[in-house]
């Protein structure tokens, strides 16, 4: 009985363990980088859900086709919407691990706790 | 051409200006800025003529390719967005000005025109974010909003801002798929992102899948109150906003979190109702953290050495100001807050562009160093003070007006205790501001021999000052013309 609620619910609970342990990546890890990737995961489970919505259970791909009368056909709209999103995602990734480099370039490490300790030794020296 | 496109052109004409920008680069930089100003004016010429349409000849639709809007982008120009399109072209125009007078301190002389191009997006995605009628779409301009402003905060080669960037991308990042997620769960539930057809059936959609409404409103309350920085998630704006150049400063703590705050109004009021609104008690949980707001953001202020850290803390409590009046969800009440978003706009421009200005000749930035100050930049000071008074509250200023009329909503609904508050956050607020204008009025003569070498400023850095200050105060003399327009947003957000 639930086993089945889970089975036909799968993508959505999917898309949300993604999200939240994207969550938890971002806020526990000290590690920059795999910050950014945490963001990257969380991003995946919002689309994945968004698709799951648009999914139609024995459903094709909404391309007509002449010779079948009477098709069911998948919601296109959340699919096309998450293109969008991913690329919104991508440039974000991009612009954050550019401020990455440079962080390294600047502070020698790429990690939050060696960061603030730097950055607070700094402003006792002035 | 058709009235119905001028929104579109707007967005057009910073789109179009962010692209010549570079083409410009091997002229003088004279050219860019005066196109640059040019641009602007014909944009707020166009807004502001599109806030008389509105409120006299009815709501402007406009959908994109002519496809309907259930299935295309809608632009909705009402008297809520005409109105904060106009404040904001005002505004970002008086701040234009100012950065043109070379206070773009900190920024290298070939990266001037980058930042002009980041600030033209900037105001893209804002009108965007404003016009747009679209649930997804507000979304896809939220993102352009964010990396740009995350792009103009780390555009200065200095250490601290780049790590003050970082966080502000991450703190960023999580508000912005919060936000989607509810989205998506709205999508789910009601099957539009279209914002007029989703209020249409929410009501169905709040008795038939609860949970989903439920979740829906949580996570976009929090995404949006990380962005516009409600109290426990503003940890990121004081360190992006001191690390910011002076006049990205202003346009991020005077514009940019206000516009965030404006999509969570046009979440609650459009697309979920009073209705639900009333059933689930949002009203209590969004006062209480704008009680919470109001005074921690002002102790925190209290402890700050850094001037701007300061004005960054003291934001984080005025954005508790307007989210009580928000959180009132009565006509007062919105009326109060938008009336202070204007006011607190003009009030946080002019104490950030006094402020740069002092960093720009002086070189300092701790509270400490201003003894005397205004003896040696008596107009910078003057507006200074001008504006700390209008953000304690005093007479005479636009700061008054709206926490009159705060007081009022407040007492109109019987939260008496928030009365307390608002008046306990303006003691708080005299506490850190007056002792810099007494240290630099009446403190420390010792200063004054220099009152001959300081260096002459430049007219396009003082005249935006002034006109800050004189609106300051017309604004607190004559509010009842604003109001209109102010209650006419209001309507169309409550009918």
């Excluded at chain 1, 009985?1 to 969550?23: H, Q, R, S, T």
């Excluded at chain 2, 962010?18 to 040019?38: E, M, Q, S």
């Excluded at chain 2, 912005?176 to 989703?198: D, E, H, K, W």
């Excluded at chain 2, 421009?349 to 201003?370: C, M, P």
């Amino acid at each position: 009985m639930w086993l089945d609620k889970i089975v036909e619910n799968i993508n959505y609970i999917g898309a949300i363990a993604l999200f939240v342990i994207g969550l938890r990546i971002v806020v526990t890890h000290s590690n920059l980088i795999k910050r950014i990737m945490g963001i990257n995961i969380m991003g995946t489970g919002v689309f994945l859900f968004f698709v799951a919505i648009g999914n139609v259970t024995g459903g094709v791909p909404p391309i007509i086709n002449p010779n079948v009368d009477d098709q069911l056909f998948i919601n296109p709209i959340p699919s096309v919407l998450i293109l969008t999103g991913i690329v919104v995602v991508v440039s974000i990734t991009v612009y954050s691990l550019s401020l990455v480099v440079r962080i390294y370039e600047n502070y020698k490490t790429i990690d939050q706790k060696e960061l603030s300790r730097l950055i607070s030794e700094e402003n006792d020296e002035h | 051409m058709n009235i119905e496109q001028l929104p579109i052109i707007n967005l057009l004409l910073f789109l179009l200006m962010a692209l010549v920008i570079p083409l410009l680069k091997r002229k003088p930089f004279k050219i860019t800025l005066i196109l640059g100003f040019i641009v602007l004016g014909l944009v707020l010429i166009s807004s502001s003529y599109l806030l008389w349409h509105v409120n006299n000849k009815g709501v402007i639709h406009y959908t994109f390719g002519g496809h309907e809007a259930r299935f295309g982008i809608e632009f909705i120009v009402d008297p809520f967005s005409a109105l904060f399109t106009t404040i904001i072209a005002g505004l970002a125009a008086i701040i234009y000005i100012y950065s043109s007078g070379d206070a773009t301190e900190g920024i290298e002389k070939t990266e001037y025109g980058r930042y002009y191009v980041l600030l033209f997006i900037l105001l893209m995605s804002m009108f965007g974010i404003l016009y747009t009628n679209d649930l997804f779409n507000t979304y896809v301009f939220i993102e352009i909003l964010s990396i740009t402003t995350c792009a103009i905060i780390s555009i200065k080669r200095k250490k601290d801002t780049y790590t003050s960037a970082f966080r502000y991308v991450m703190m960023n990042e999580l508000g912005s798929l919060s936000y989607l997620f509810g989205v998506a769960l709205i999508y789910m539930a009601t099957g539009f992102t279209n914002i007029t057809l989703i209020s249409e059936s929410i009501q169905n959609a709040f008795v038939s899948y609860p949970v989903n409404i439920v979740v829906a409103l949580g996570f976009m309350i929090i995404g949006l109150g990380i962005k516009a920085a409600i109290f426990p998630f503003h940890i990121w704006l004081p360190d992006a906003h001191s690390a910011a150049p002076s006049t990205s400063s202003a346009i991020l703590s005077a514009i940019v979190i206000k516009v965030y705050i404006l999509v969570l109004v046009k979440v609650l009021f459009r697309v979920f109702k009073l209705d639900i609104l009333n059933e689930m008690n949002i009203s209590t949980i969004l006062l209480v953290l704008a009680g919470v707001a109001m005074i921690m953001g002002s102790v925190f202020a209290i402890a700050q050495k850094d001037v701007k850290r300061m004005l960054g803390y003291s934001s984080v409590a005025q954005m508790g100001y307007i989210l009580l009046g928000i959180g009132l969800l009565s006509f007062e009440g919105l009326r109060a807050a938008f009336f202070h978003i204007l006011s607190h706009g003009l009030m946080k421009t002019a104490l950030f562009l006094s402020v740069g200005e002092i960093i720009f000749y002086k070189k300092t930035r701790k509270v400490n160093d201003f003894d005397g100050m205004g003896f040696i930049m008596p107009v910078a000071m003057g507006v200074f003070s001008i504006a700390a008074l209008g953000m304690i509250g005093i007479p005479l200023t636009s700061g008054f007006i709206s926490k009159l009329n705060l007081g009022v909503a407040v007492l109109d609904q019987n939260q008496i205790i928030f009365l307390v508050i608002l008046i306990l956050s303006s003691l708080l607020n005299v506490i850190y501001y007056l002792p810099i204008i007494i240290l630099a009025f009446l403190k420390n003569e010792k200063y004054r021999y220099r009152l001959k070498s300081i260096e002459p400023t430049p007219r396009t850095m003082i005249a935006p000052l002034v006109l800050l200050g004189v609106l300051i105060v017309v604004v607190g003399l004559f509010p009842n013309q604003i109001m209109v327009f102010i209650e006419a947003a209001v309507n169309s957000l409550l009918s």
